[in-house]
C-alpha cells in the first residue's frame, strides 16, 4: 500500500483586498504561502480558492486541519443596518441604552463637547419583562410567564430575528434570563436570541446589553458564514476535515461552536496578526515589539511585551463597547487602498475611506475613481508595475493621471503630491503607535517594529525615522503573517463572574465555588472539543481595583484554592501592576504610620475584587521555523537590476533584489528595494537591511 501524502495544516486569513493562505507540513515544518484576491460578495469563493491554489504549490498531500480569519462579524457591525434587532430588558429599564458612555470626539470644537453614542437599538424596538434581581441574585421580583408570552409574540409580529435579553443583575443569578429564552424558542424558534448571563456576566449594564445585541446581531450572519464555508471545504476536501475560526482573544474555536459564540470573533483577523508577528519576533530575539499589519484598508497596531500581546476587555468596534477578552489592538484606516482626498478646507486627506479589493486603486484598471496609497508607491517607483508575481499588471499611467489631477488643486506635480500622500499615510501609522505606546506611559524608541501585510514593509522604514524606533523587522512573506498566525494559536474559551466584594469581606468559600463552576464549563468545552483531562491547562485571574475606582486591573490568581495567602498575593500583584500601569500605588509597607501624601485614608486604600475569570487553553502544536544556511555575505546574487525610485523629491537609480536570493547576513544599504511574491520591501536612503538567519530583514539607520 502506498504511503499517505503529507498532511498540511492550513491557515486562511480573509482581507479586504486579499485572501492570504499557509499550509504547514506537519512533518517537515515547512511552509507554503499564497494570496488570492478577496470576493466580498461571497468571500468563502476566495477562501476555497486560496486552499486549492496553495496545495497546487505545496504538491500532493491532504489537509489536517483548516483555520481562519474573518472579519465577517467586524464588518456586519461596522454597516449599522440594526433594522431585525430587538432588545428585552427589565420592567422600569427600557432606557438602559441612554447610560452610555460620553466622549469628545472631536476635541472641544464649537460643535462637540461631552456627547453620547446613539441607541444601537431605537425606544421602539425595546420591550420589557416584570422580573428583578438584588445584585447577589436574590429575587425580587418574580420572573412574569405570562408577560413573557406576550413580549415574544410582539418580536415575532415585528419580524425581529435577532434579539438581545438583558435583565438587571442577570450576571449574578440568569434563571430570569433562561426562562425568557425558553419562551422564545416555544414561541419564536427563528429568531436568534442571546442572553447577557451567557455572553457576559459582568456588572455595568450599558456595556453588557450593548455586547449582548452585538452578539445577536452577528449570530445569523457569522452562522450563515461559517456554514458557506464548511459546505465548500466538505465539498472540496471531504467531510471530516477540523475547521476552526480565530477568536478575538488569541486562541481559536471550532466551526461548531463559533455559530453559538460570534461576539468572540469580533476581531478575529487582527488577532492573528499580532500573534504570528510576535511568534517571529521572540524566534529573531527580540522581546519587545510594536506589530504593524498594514493591509490594503487598514493597519492594525499591538504593542507586546515579553514575547506576549496586550489583552484588553475594554475593546470597541466603531461606536460601540464589546466587553469580551480581546487582544488590545488600535486600528487606523491606513492602508494601501486608502483614498487620498481634499477636505473642505483644501487640505490632503488619507483615508479612512478604501478602495477595497474591487474597484480597488486607480493603476487595477478596474473601474476605480479615486488615487490611493498603492497608486502614490506605484508613481513613485517603489512597487514594480505588477502584483503577485505578475498576476495582476498595474497602469502606472492612471496612477500618474489621478496624482495629477489631485496635485492640480494643491499646486503640485504629480510626484511631489505622490509623497505628501504616502507622507500622511505614515503618519497616521505613527499616531496609531503612539496610541499604545507613548499614551500609555511607554516610549517607542525602546521598541521593534514588526511591519507586515501587504504594504507594511512599503513604509516601515519611514515609521522608523519618525518615531526613532531601534529597527524594524520584515517578516518572509509579510502579507501571511496574519495567516500564519492562525497555526500558532490554541484552542481557548473564557468565562467570567461579577461577584463584587472588599478584601476585608472577602467570602472565599462563594468565590472558590465560582472559580469551581467557571473551571469546569471551561473543561467541559475543551472535552467536547477532542482535548483530554491531561491536555487541558486551566488559567485563573481576577480583575482588582482600590476602592472608588471606576476601572479594574487584571491579575494572575496562584493555582489551587483561593485561600488568604493566594489572596494576599493577588493583592501583591495588584500593587505592583497598578504601579506599572499608572505610576502608583497604595501599597502599604510594615513600617509606615500613616498614608503619605498621595494616599487616601485607609478606607479609599482598601482593594476591592470585581470580576473572577477563568480560561481554558487547548495546547496546539506549534511550527517549527526553519533556519537558513548562513550565507557568503554577496547580496549581488540577489540583484535583478535597478529602477528610479523617488526618495524626498530625488530619483534615485535604486537596485531591485529578489528577497528569495537574499541569505543570512547579506546586507544591502538604502536606497533599495526588495521585492518578493506577496510584497516589497522600501529601504529608505540612509538606512541598511541585513537578513537573518530566518530570512527576516531587519531594517536601521545607517551610523551618520
Known amino acids: 500500500m502506498a504511503e499517505p501524502g503529507p498532511r498540511f495544516r492550513v491557515g486562511v486569513d480573509t482581507g479586504g483586498t486579499f485572501t492570504d493562505v ?50 465577517v462579524a467586524t464588518n456586519a457591525v461596522l454597516e449599522e ?48 419583562v416584570p422580573e ?104 472540496e476536501l471531504g467531510g ?43 524566534h529573531a530575539g527580540f522581546a519587545r515589539v510594536l506589530t504593524a499589519d498594514a493591509g490594503g484598508t487598514s493597519t492594525d497596531i499591538c504593542l507586546v511585551e515579553h514575547d506576549t500581546p496586550g489583552l484588553t476587555t475594554d475593546g470597541a468596534i466603531g461606536r460601540f463597547p464589546i466587553k469580551v477578552p480581546m487582544i488590545d489592538i488600535v486600528t487606523v484606516g491606513s492602508g494601501g487602498g486608502s483614498v487620498a482626498w481634499l477636505a473642505p478646507d483644501g487640505s490632503l486627506k488619507v483615508g479612512p475611506r478604501s478602495a477595497g479589493a474591487d474597484p480597488g486603486p486607480l493603476c487595477y484598471g478596474r473601474g476605480g475613481a479615486e488615487p490611493t496609497v498603492t497608486d502614490a508607491q506605484l508613481l513613485l517607483g517603489r512597487i514594480p508595475p505588477h502584483l503577485l508575481g505578475g498576476e495582476i499588471p498595474l497602469s502606472r499611467d492612471a496612477a500618474t493621471e489621478g496624482m ?53 514593509p512599503l513604509l516601515a522604514g519611514r515609521l522608523l525615522d519618525l518615531l526613532h524606533l531601534r529597527a524594524a523587522l520584515i517578516p518572509p512573506s509579510p502579507g501571511n503573517v496574519s495567516a500564519l498566525g492562525l497555526l500558532v494559536v490554541d484552542l481557548r474559551n473564557d468565562y467570567v463572574q461579577t461577584f463584587v466584594r472588599r478584601e476585608d469581606r472577602l467570602d472565599l ?43 479594574e486591573v487584571p491579575v494572575e490568581l496562584a493555582p489551587g484554592p483561593l485561600d488568604a495567602a493566594a489572596a494576599r498575593l493577588a493583592a501583591d500583584r495588584f500593587h505592583s501592576a497598578h504601579q506599572s500601569r499608572y505610576g502608583y500605588s497604595y501599597r502599604r509597607n510594615a513600617g509606615d504610620a500613616q498614608p503619605t501624601e498621595r494616599q487616601p485614608a485607609a478606607e479609599r486604600q482598601m482593594i476591592e475584587w470585581v470580576n473572577l475569570r477563568v480560561t481554558g487553553i487547548g495546547p496546539i502544536e506549534r511550527p517549527k521555523l526553519r533556519e537558513l544556511p548562513p550565507g557568503d555575505g554577496r547580496s549581488e546574487r540577489a540583484r535583478r537590476g535597478s529602477r528610479p525610485v523617488i526618495f524626498d523629491g530625488r530619483a534615485h537609480e535604486c537596485p531591485v533584489y529578489d528577497r528569495a536570493a537574499l541569505l543570512p547576513g547579506d546586507a544591502l544599504p538604502g536606497p533599495a528595494i526588495v521585492e518578493e511574491y506577496g510584497a516589497t520591501t522600501a529601504v529608505f536612503p540612509e538606512q541598511r537591511a541585513e537578513a537573518d538567519r530566518f530570512g527576516n530583514l531587519i531594517l536601521t539607520r545607517r551610523p551618520s
Not at 420572573?143 to 435577532?162: E, H, I, L
Not at 433562561?178 to 448571563?197: Q, T
Not at 486562541?251 to 459564540?261: F, L, P, T, Y
Not at 472535552?527 to 491531561?534: D, Q
Request: charged share 25%.
Open 404 to 456: 495629477a489631477a489631485l496635485g492640480r488643486a494643491l499646486g503640485l506635480d504629480p510626484a511631489r503630491t505622490a509623497e505628501g500622500v504616502l507622507e500622511l499615510a505614515a503618519w497616521n501609522q505613527a499616531n496609531a503607535i503612539q496610541q499604545v505606546s507613548v499614551k500609555r506611559g511607554l516610549d517607542p524608541r525602546d521598541y521593534t517594529l514588526v511591519a507586515f501585510g501587504g504594504s507594511g
Open 509 to 551: 468559600e462563594a468565590m472558590n465555588g465560582h472559580l469551581e463552576r467557571l473551571e469546569a464549563r471551561a473543561r467541559a468545552a475543551l472535552s467536547a472539543e477532542g482535548f483530554a483531562e491531561h491536555e487541558m491547562r486551566v488559567a485563573r485571574s481576577a480583575d482588582l481595583r482600590y476602592c472608588g475606582q471606576a476601572w
Open 240 to 282: 471530516g476535515v477540523p475547521f476552526y475560526v480565530m477568536k478575538s482573544n488569541g486562541g481559536i474555536i471550532s466551526g461548531d461552536e463559533v455559530a453559538r459564540q460570534p461576539i468572540t470573533t469580533i476581531l478575529s483577523g487582527p488577532a492573528a496578526g499580532a500573534l504570528g508577528a510576535s511568534l517571529l519576533a521572540r
Open 132 to 235: 428583578r434581581m438584588t445584585v447577589d441574585g436574590e429575587v425580587l421580583r418574580p420572573f412574569d410567564d405570562k408577560a413573557a408570552v406576550a413580549v415574544a409574540r410582539w418580536f415575532k409580529r415585528k419580524g425581529m430575528r435577532a434579539i438581545g435579553v438583558c435583565f438587571i443583575h442577570a450576571y449574578a443569578n440568569p434563571e430570569h434570563e433562561r426562562r425568557l429564552r425558553a419562551v422564545l424558542a416555544r414561541e419564536y424558534p427563528e429568531a436568534h436570541v442571546s442572553i447577557s448571563s451567557d455572553v457576559l456576566a459582568e456588572y455595568r449594564e450599558y456595556e453588557r446589553t450593548v455586547t449582548t445585541l452585538v452578539d445577536a446581531f452577528v449570530k445569523s450572519r457569522v452562522a450563515g458564514y461559517v456554514g458557506a464555508i464548511r459546505a465548500r471545504l466538505d465539498s
Open 81 to 128: 443596518r440594526f433594522d431585525d434587532l430587538g432588545l428585552a430588558t427589565t420592567e422600569g429599564f427600557r432606557h438602559v441604552l441612554e447610560i452610555a458612555r460620553q466622549s469628545v470626539p472631536r476635541g472641544y470644537g464649537n460643535s462637540y463637547f461631552w456627547v453620547k453614542p446613539e441607541r444601537i437599538v431605537p425606544l421602539q424596538r425595546v420591550r420589557e
Open 22 to 71: 499557509v499550509a504547514l507540513n506537519e512533518a517537515t515544518g515547512e511552509v507554503v504561502t499564497t494570496k488570492t484576491p478577496s470576493t466580498p460578495h461571497d468571500p468563502s469563493l476566495a477562501v476555497l480558492e486560496g486552499i486549492r491554489k496553495v496545495l497546487r504549490m505545496a504538491g500532493a498531500g491532504m489537509v489536517s486541519a483548516v483555520c481562519h480569519g474573518t472579519t
